[in-house]
């Protein structure tokens, strides 16, 4: 019966934003996400593609309980959530994190990595400052990186070592959903296809549940499920990834395929084979 109910699911989510007036306008509402609904299963990976604009990561932000919804409810777990009426706990914050675009903007650069990784534990949890460090340190081998990094600083990294460590700290409160805001739009296309790769690994490792912000259909067809299209605040169509690739029905989704450059795809995915194909050779 469990199994049955979804990570995360979205009836009719609403998101107002309000526009101050000016000496020669007035203030007006504007709606950003006009009742949309959506659910993801456990494991799954649902992509929510759109131009910017669109309203993707206004949506993002509400599923990663960071901006709380006009309209409409947002059930975690088969949940009831509203983070307008409660702050959650850090129960409830332990079940969903987000990796954003900017690795380095996400990081404080003042802070080595370890006490990065470290942090969510010491604000969340009372585990001793030991096993906070063996989980760190763990941790950072998990994502590919190694312990000797741990007192290093984020400005030490590349921008795709800086992804895996922001990653890594989304990781240390073991979540169950991860919402992913254009995690590889910032990276150029090789490096991009090493994260793809590292994010469906922890996936299978740790069942993970993700939802994906992407306005690149090359990164969505390599690493979705299920994929939602957003225009100007509405949810024109959904579906799995193969039928939507195979045969787009609406005509903003149609122009959106239309305009994906193929040897993207092509490219990720032999560099992904070849990742994957070299650490079998070596397991052998």
Do not use: C, W
């Not at 942090?119 to 998990?142: C, F, H």
């Not at 549940?209 to 259909?217: I, K, R």
């Amino acid at each position: 019966m469990g199994q049955d109910i979804p990570v995360v699911e979205g009836r009719a989510i609403v998101r107002d934003y309000h526009v101050p007036g000016s000496i020669f306008a007035r203030g007006r509402d504007v709606r950003a996400l006009k009742g949309i609904d959506f659910r993801v299963d456990k494991g799954k990976t649902l992509a929510i593609v759109g131009e910017s604009g669109s309203g993707k990561s206004t949506l993002a932000r509400i599923i990663a309980l960071i901006d709380a919804p006009t309209g409409g409810e947002l059930r975690i777990a088969g949940e009831a959530v509203d983070i307008h009426r409660r702050r959650p706990g850090p129960a409830l914050r332990s079940k969903v994190q987000m990796v954003f675009q900017n690795p380095y903007g996400s990081l404080n650069p003042r802070q080595k990595v370890g006490d990065v990784l470290m942090e969510p534990l010491v604000i969340n949890t009372s585990i001793p400052a030991t096993e906070r460090r063996d989980r760190a340190e763990a941790m950072l081998k998990k994502v590919g990186l190694q312990p000797e990094h741990f007192n290093r600083y984020p400005h030490m990294f590349s921008g795709g070592q800086r992804q895996r460590i922001a990653i890594a700290r989304a990781l240390m409160l073991n979540p169950s959903l991860l919402v992913l805001d254009e995690p590889v739009s910032a990276l150029d296309l090789s490096v991009q296809a090493q994260v793809l790769n590292l994010l469906a690994d922890l996936q299978d490792e740790f069942e993970l549940t993700y939802v994906f912000v992407s306005h690149d259909l090359s990164v969505v067809r390599y690493i979705a499920d299920d994929v939602m299209v957003i225009s100007k605040g509405e949810a024109v169509e959904q579906g799995s990834r193969e039928a939507l690739f195979a045969n787009p029905q609406h005509p903003y989704t149609q122009s959106l395929f239309a305009a994906t450059p193929v040897t993207d795809v092509e490219a990720i995915r032999t560099r992904v084979a070849r990742r994957k194909a070299a650490r079998a050779a070596v397991a052998g």
